[in-house]
């Protein structure tokens, strides 16, 4: 997963905490509550925590040149 290392509108480092958001995410936590707990608290990194995509899985299938 290629999450950006920090907010593009704030600069605060983002990246760090995506392993953690998102296992817990997948365990069924709110997301709210989950950012909430990890400091993530203004809504320009709650944007980029929510709207990442996981594309690996489609881009795997095509080879390289």
Do not use: N, T
Request: aromatic share 10%; charged share 35%.
């Amino acid at each position: 997963m290629l999450v950006p290392v920090r907010c593009w509108s704030c600069g605060k480092p983002v990246s760090e905490h995506w392993d953690e958001y998102k296992e817990r995410v997948d365990k069924g936590e709110e997301a709210e509550k989950v950012m909430d707990s990890l400091g993530i608290d203004r809504y320009c990194c709650r944007r980029m925590m929510v709207s990442q995509p996981d594309l690996i899985d489609e881009i795997l299938p095509f080879r390289r040149f």
